[in-house]
């Protein structure tokens, strides 16, 4: 395929139209209409279907009932609209229905700036709704990631049965690069996972398979699946048991805890003779990497750390850089997210600092270089 | 003697339910069941049970289908996305009073505006049932409720004037004292292709009835006996006659008008779809 210019809310377009996403629920909100807008011309030619909503509540009811019915699903939105989103991803969570929501972040609180990149969303994607669950959220930092990306995350959804989180920047989402997209026969699809035993084989809906992941039947295909957001035992069923309540939740936990070092993606650069490190993610990685060459090119010997997924969080990496470099910086277009868990996983084992911003503009390089000049005169 | 032949609907294992005795929302759940029992080509395998949160939607939990318990208000949407996903299948929404017009009363306007193919079951006992009797937007004038201990003077909603206004294609009423005739507007509507709205009256003894001292079940189902005007008798009733207590029940709408599902599938064929 020859290259194309292609903006990256394009680009998770037709990312999710290669994964294999046949419907999409959604309402307009800058800087995520594109996504929308795309998903309403493409879905129709290849038999899917788009629905714009009455607000992102029913954007993501939508999506879940569709997803049970057997369609891939997704949907897209920002700000305020994650904020109305957050209720049914506990939904989804709990009841462990495959969806892909994309939050290509503004600056907020409220209706904030809402043309202006963020990275404000850092701790709504893992606990912005209520209550213990799982959840996934994986950071693009450019175009042709962003199309990976929306792939990688509707096969966890459909994989791990919990919603992923595909955490976009407005860096990223209105970012324009020459792309070329991979082959139709390159990408791998996980299909929408299947019960192994009949009804007269004693089928239990939310029996756990192996990777403690249940095989739940889509919806008529004649398993007469019972599905709720009450906490239930494997029947589907709910149950007021404090053991079924202890063991539904801990299985939601451990079925991402024990694929995380699958999940977890971190690209390292310059990290052989590193003594400090900058971490970062998603568009401001870009500015970070800017920066490092510059710091190198100066003779510091810095690496660089860009977190592809964000949640399920990289401990053990984070840990074992904290143990390698006398210093990390944590670049995030916030007021300070992130840094908070490299800190926690770094445990002492090094300086961590923070480098922020948080007055709608993006970094500059040399923001973020003189922030690495600083934390080296301190270590020293 | 009636046959029990319903009784295959019910996932006799989830049983007994855990309404309260004399609670109307066992009627209206056998009114369901026996209308799909009346419809050619539905089955326990292509037909689908959608509710929200609220005694009334516990409904889904002991019916033998493949049933969604949602969340509050939100059962219209997951409706939606179940149909238009896979427009095979029959979708029934089951709600309360306060699930479809206060918290998804946003949901339950659009959905009659857009017209998927739906059968939405509205089971209104004026009254929040399961958080133990608070007002709800069907809260008559006047009536006692725990967070109304004067009285309500919140104006109730009409829901099936709502619906109507709102664009759905069969709005109608009935209630759990006039049994066959609740079977029939339910089969009637889900005859009627496009969103389907039935009101379906039903007795809450114990939030509603004991407080508004309206008695025991059998003397809130006798109101609704001695009440509910039949649609034609009603459009006759000289307006001296139409008082406070007087409802109408009956069909109030039917319109054939092309549904959502169908219309989607002419803009796949305009995009030229080829999967
Ligand atoms: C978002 C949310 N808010 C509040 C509740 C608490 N709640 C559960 S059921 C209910 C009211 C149900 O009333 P109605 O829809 O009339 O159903 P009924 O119980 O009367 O059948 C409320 C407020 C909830 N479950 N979710
Ligand atoms: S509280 Fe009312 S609606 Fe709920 S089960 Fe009891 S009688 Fe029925
Ligand atoms: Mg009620």
Redesign the pocket.
């Known amino acids: 395929m020859s290259a194309r210019l292609m903006q990256g809310n394009e680009a998770v377009a037709e990312g999710a139209i290669a994964a294999g996403v046949r419907f999409f629920g959604g309402y307009p909100i800058t800087p995520s209409t594109e996504i929308a807008e795309m998903m309403a011309k493409l879905l129709p030619k290849v038999g899917g279907t788009f629905i714009q909503m009455e607000d992102e509540i029913a954007s993501m009811g939508v999506i879940l009932g569709a997803s049970l019915a057997g369609k891939k699903v997704l949907t897209a939105s920002s700000g305020p609209g994650i904020s109305l989103k957050q209720e049914l991803i506990g939904y989804a969570s709990a009841t462990e229905i495959p969806a892909v929501i994309v939050n290509v972040q503004r600056v907020g609180p409220s209706t904030g700036q809402p043309t202006a990149p963020s990275q404000g969303d850092v701790m709504q994607a893992r606990w912005g709704t209520h209550g213990d669950h799982s959840i996934i959220a994986i950071s693009p930092w450019s175009v042709r990631e962003a199309f990976d990306l929306t792939i990688k995350s509707v096969n966890y959804a459909e994989r791990f049965r919990v919603p992923v989180i595909l955490l976009m920047d407005e860096i990223v989402g209105h970012l324009r690069e020459n792309v070329e997209l991979p082959a139709e026969n390159e990408i791998e699809i996980y299909p929408r996972r299947a019960p192994k035993i009949s009804r007269a084989e004693g089928y239990e809906p939310y029996a756990p398979d192996e990777d403690l992941v249940p095989n739940i039947a889509n919806f008529g295909e004649g398993y007469h699946v019972h599905v709720t957001g009450l906490i239930h035992d494997e029947t589907g069923f709910p149950v007021g048991s404090p053991k079924v309540t202890e063991d539904s939740i801990r299985r939601m936990h451990e079925k991402i805890e024990r694929a995380a070092d699958e999940i977890i993606e971190v690209q390292q650069e310059f990290m052989d003779d590193a003594e400090f490190a900058v971490v970062a993610f998603g568009g401001t990685a870009r500015t970070a990497y800017e920066a490092v060459l510059n710091a190198r090119a100066k003779g510091l010997k810095v690496g660089f750390v860009r977190l592809i997924t964000i949640w399920p969080f990289a401990d053990k990496i984070i840990a074992q850089l904290a143990k390698k470099v006398r210093g990390i910086l944590v670049a995030e277009l916030n007021y300070g997210q992130l840094v908070g868990e490299v800190q926690r996983a770094a445990n002492g084992a090094c300086l961590v600092k923070l480098c922020r911003k948080y007055d709608m503009t993006i970094f500059e390089p040399e923001e973020i270089l003189a922030s690495i000049e600083n934390l080296v005169a301190e270590v020293k | 003697m009636e046959t029990r032949s319903y009784e295959k609907y019910f996932r006799q294992n989830r049983l007994p339910h855990?309404?309260?005795p004399?609670?109307?929302?066992g009627i209206a759940m056998k009114a369901i069941v026996q209308a799909i029992e009346h419809k050619e080509g539905w089955t326990q395998d292509n037909t689908i049970i959608v509710s929200g949160i609220?005694?009334?939607s516990r409904a889904s939990g002991y019916m033998d289908f493949d049933t969604l318990h949602t969340a509050h208000g939100r059962a219209i949407p997951f409706a939606t996305g179940i149909k238009m996903a896979n427009p095979e299948l029959n979708v029934v929404v089951i709600t309360g009073d306060g699930d479809c017009t206060a918290i998804g009363g946003n949901h339950f306007i659009h959905g009659c505006r857009r017209n998927v193919d739906l059968t939405v079951i509205l089971?209104n006992?004026n009254?929040y049932?399961?958080t133990?009797?608070q007002a709800s937007p069907m809260t008559p004038l006047g009536k006692k409720a725990t967070t109304a201990p004067y009285g309500s003077i919140d104006r109730p909603f009409d829901a099936c004037k709502l619906a109507e206004a709102a664009g759905a294609t069969y709005v109608a009423r009935s209630t759990a004292f006039h049994v066959q005739h609740l079977v029939k507007m339910i089969e009637d509507g889900m005859d009627c292709k496009g969103f389907s709205f039935i009101e379906a009256m039903?007795?809450?003894?114990?939030?509603?009835?004991r407080r508004n001292k309206i008695g025991e079940p059998a003397k809130m189902m006798a109101w609704m006996r001695d009440n509910a005007v039949m649609k034609n008798a009603w459009d006759k009733l000289p307006d001296d006659k139409k008082t406070a207590e007087k409802f109408p029940i009956g069909l109030f709408y039917k319109a054939e008008t092309e549904t959502y599902d169908s219309a989607y599938h002419r803009i796949q064929e305009m995009a030229g779809v080829t999967a």
Not at chain 2, 202 to 209: I, K, L
């Open positions: 855990l309404w309260c004399g609670c109307g929302n609220g005694c009334s089971f006992n009254i049932g399961m133990g009797g039903v007795q809450c003894p114990t939030a509603y009835g």
